[in-house]
């Protein structure tokens, strides 16, 4: 019974072994490119910047704290509770919209230092290596995306010291990071995944700003709150802003924003192996 259940274990481990090894190889080979990196340089000290915004705006908010809850900054009265929330979210959301050109950047360098023909090289079955393409950019944005939370709560701890050191750790506060890291994660795979399927990093590019741009301007909403709901970016405020104070209505729930950024993502990836397997490694 040993000898007829051996060869099933090792046929289990093989491609769970083969999966982690496409995945760590294309993290090493990511993390290589000078590209990459300047591109998560600038987008971190972007972040940086307006985490010590924020920062310096809770210290003035703190100062200011009256025994109702409330204060003033900028000689404009505030809700304390739900400005320190509502500010904490902001502050990783709007650098985290153009995390989208990473993942372009990646995918484009695919093709202008023709590494995908390397890799299929390496590994010929296309369809196991690109699935360890798309976990690497999503462990990627993961952990990105940890490191500019991380910094945040740091500097909101600091910040609120003197008032509730804790708040930043509160179930509110975790729920939030939960969803701001969804976002990150699915809309980086799903620009990576057009790039991949255009072989142009300034396709991946003009594609996202495009759906920033329709979000920003409300364009789809003047059509129908239901439409834009369904657009990457307009799902992500969904989802990421619900439950705070925000200066536009926002056109759908949670779920319904998480569901819709899950399906662009996945649909995209769906597309991108199904036309890198048929066409020429180039």
Sequence with gaps: LRARRQPARTELVRPVSSMISIVRSELTKA????????IMVILTAVDLLFQLQLFLFNQELIANLRGDGTSVVNSVPVVADESVFGDYVASIFNPAILLPLLSTVTAGAEFRTG???MSVLAVPRRMRL???KIVAVAFQILILGTLWIGAAKVLLHLALHSWEAGRAWSPRFLLADARILLFMVTAALFAYAITLIARRTLVGVIVAVVLIMVTMTQMLTLISPAVD???LFSAARNLVLAGGDVAVPLTGSAVQGAAVLIGWAVLACAVAVAVVTRRDAR
């Design 229 to 231: 709901a369904l657009a």
């Design 130 to 132: 690109l699935v360890g």
């Design 31 to 38: 993390l290589t490119l000078p590209s990459v990196w300047i």
């Design 115 to 117: 590494q995908l023909g």
